[in-house]
C-alpha cells in the first residue's frame, strides 16, 4: 500500500483514525495501530510479514539478553549477535546478487545469481532495530519488556516503508505516554496533504520530464539537455522523499508521535557538508553515531572512519555500483571541505559558494540516477560537453528548450518551494501580532490545503503508478 493512493487517502487512513479514537486505553491504541501497521505492510507483499515479525521478536529478545547479561562478557556477545544476523539479513535479501554477480565477473565463475525479490523498507526498519539495541548496551535507551511495544516501534505504518529512520529513543515515552490534541490532528493532516502535494503535483510531474529525456540512450543528449535534465531529477529526488518524509511526520502527529524531521531545505546549504546535514538527516546521523568513530585497525581513525560512512551510505542506497561511487564521491568532497577548513570556506563569497555546493550535488544526482556504469559515463560526456566532439550533438537543441518553456512554472514554483521560503511566510504569520494577519494566515493556509487536497486526488483518479522513489532502498 502507498499513501499516494485513494484508497489509503480515503478508506484506509480514516478507519484507522476512527478505530484509534475509540478505542478507550492506550494499550487497545497501541494494538490498534499495530494490526492496522501489519495490515499496510502485507497489502502488497504479504510473504514478507514473517521477515518483519522474525526482525521484531529476534531484535526485541536481544534487547533482553543484553539487559541480562549487562556488564558482562554476554553483553557484548549478544549486540554481536543481533547486529550481526540484522546485517546478514540485509545483505541476503539486497546484495546476494549483487555480490554473485560480481563475483562471477572478477573470477569468470558461473554461481547462479539469486533473484530474491526485494522486501519493502528492509533497509528502514533493520537500521532502527540495530539503533536499538546498540541504544539498549550503551544504557542510551531503557530495554523494552513488551513485546507487542516494540512491534509497535518497528512495523509503526507512517515511517515503516519508507522511513525516516525513527530511533527508539525518538518515541520511548510516546509509547507509554502520548494524547492526541486537535491541534495534533489539524497540524498533522495539514502536514499530510502538503507531502502529499510535493509527491502527485510536483515530483510525479518532474520525473515525466526525467523519464523523457533520461528514459533511453542519452547518447544524443546535448550538454544543456543533459544539465536541464539532471536539475529536473535533483528536484524530483527531493519532492519525492521529502514528500514521504512529510507525510510519515504528519501521520505520526495524528497519532501522537512526534517524529524528528529528516529534510530542512538541503538546497539551501553553501556546503557539501551542510547539505547533507539537511537531507536524510535520519541516515545521516545514524552513521555519524554508530559508525564514524568505530575502532579502525584498533583506533578510530578520522579519515577512514569518514570514507567508511560514505561508503556504507551509498551501498545503503542500493545493490549497484553508481551507489558506492555515489557515496564516495560526496566522501571525497567532504573530505576536501574538511582539509580545507572552515575559515577557508567562510571566507569564500556566498554566490560563490551556493554555485559550488549546487553543481556538485546535481552531478552527484545524476550519478545517483544511472545504475548502468555505461550510461553513467555517458552521463560525464554530456554534461562536460565532451560528447558535443564525439558525437555533434552540440551544446543546445530545440527539444530542450520547448519542454523547459513548457514546464517553466512547474520548475519555478518547485526550486521557490525547495527553498525556505514557505517556512519563514508560516512564520511571519504564527508570530505577527496584528490578530488580522494571523487569522488570514491561519485561514490561508486551511483553505490552501484543501485546495491542494481536491487537485491532488483529481489527479490520483485513474492512476496506479504513485510508487515512491525511496521504496526501492
Keep these: 500500500m502507498v499513501f499516494a493512493d485513494l484508497f489509503f487517502i480515503y478508506f484506509f487512513l480514516p478507519l484507522c483514525l476512527i478505530s484509534y479514537l475509540a478505542a478507550k486505553n492506550l494499550k487497545t491504541k497501541n494494538i490498534v495501530l499495530i494490526v492496522f501497521s501489519l495490515i499496510f505492510y502485507a497489502w502488497g507483499e504479504p510473504l514478507w510479514i514473517i521477515l518483519l515479525l522474525f526482525s521484531s521478536a529476534f531484535n526485541w529478545f536481544i534487547g533482553l539478553s543484553i539487559e541480562k547479561t549487562k556488564g558482562t562478557p554476554g553483553a557484548k556477545a549478544s549486540v554481536a549477535l543481533g547486529v550481526t544476523v540484522d546485517i546478514a539479513l540485509l545483505i541476503i535479501f539486497k546484495y546476494s546478487g ?43 535507551v531503557k530495554v523494552q519488556h513488551d513485546y507487542y511495544k516494540f512491534l509497535l516501534y518497528l512495523s509503526l505504518f507512517p515511517q515503516l516503508i519508507a522511513g525516516p529512520i525513527v530511533r527508539y529513543s525518538v518515541i520511548e515515552d510516546e509509547i507509554d505516554n502520548r494524547r492526541v490534541t486537535v491541534n495534533d490532528l489539524c497540524d498533522g493532516a495539514l502536514r499530510v496533504i502538503m507531502g502529499l502535494a510535493k509527491k502527485v503535483i510536483l515530483a510525479n510531474n518532474l520525473y515525466s520530464i526525467v523519464t523523457t529525456f533520461f528514459g533511453g540512450d542519452i547518447s544524443g543528449l546535448s550538454t544543456m539537455g543533459t544539465w536541464y535534465t539532471v536539475i529536473v531529477y535533483s528536484l524530483y529526488v527531493y519532492f519525492d522523499f521529502s514528500g ?45 553515531d554508530y559508525l564514524l568513530y568505530v575502532p579502525i585497525f584498533g583506533k578510530p581513525r578520522k579519515y577512514m572512519g569518514l570514507f567508511l560512512v560514505w561508503f556504507c551510505t551509498g551501498m545503503w542506497h542500493g545493490a549497484a555500483w553508481n551507489y558506492i561511487i555515489w557515496g564516495l564521491y560526496f566522501g571525497c568532497w567532504i573530505f576536501f571541505e574538511q582539509r580545507l577548513g572552515k575559515k577557508v570556506l567562510k571566507s569564500w563569497p556566498t554566490w560563490w559558494k551556493h554555485i559550488y555546493s549546487k553543481l556538485i550535488i546535481v552531478i552527484g544526482f545524476g550519478i545517483f540516477y544511472f545504475e548502468n556504469l555505461k550510461q553513467l559515463g555517458q552521463f560525464f560526456l554530456n554534461i562536460l560537453g565532451i560528447n558535443m566532439f564525439i558525437n555533434k550533438t552540440g551544446f543546445f537543441d530545440m527539444v530542450t528548450f520547448s519542454s523547459f518553456k513548457e514546464n517553466l512554472f512547474l520548475i519555478l514554483v518547485a526550486a521557490v518551494i525547495s527553498m525556505p521560503v514557505l517556512p519563514k511566510l508560516k512564520q511571519y504569520v504564527l508570530e505577527n501580532k496584528n490578530p488580522t494577519i494571523y487569522a488570514a494566515g491561519r485561514i490561508g493556509s486551511v483553505v490552501g490545503c484543501l485546495a491542494l487536497l481536491v487537485i491532488l486526488s483529481i489527479l490520483l483518479v485513474d492512476t496506479t503508478n504513485n510508487v515512491f522513489l525511496y521504496f526501492r532502498f
Excluded at 497519532?255 to 539551501?268: L, S
Aim: aromatic share 22%; net charge negative.
Design 244 to 288: 514521504y518524509s512529510d507525510i510519515a511526520i504528519g501521520l505520526g502527529r495524528m497519532f501522537g508521535f512526534h517524529f524528528d524531521e529528516n529534510f530542512t531545505h538541503p538546497f539551501a546549504c553553501k556546503t557539501i557538508a551542510e547539505f547533507w546535514q539537511r537531507w536524510h538527516i535520519s541516515l545521516g546521523s545514524f552513521f555519524r
Design 98 to 140: 549483487f555480490i554473485v554477480e560480481n563475483i562471477n565477473a572478477l573470477f569468470r565463475s558461473s554461481i547462479p545469481v539469486p533473484r530474491i525479490t526485494l522486501p519493502i523498507g528492509i533497509s528502514f526498519f533493520t537500521f532502527q532495530a540495530i539503533s536499538y539495541i546498540l541504544d539498549c548496551y550503551w544504557d542510551s
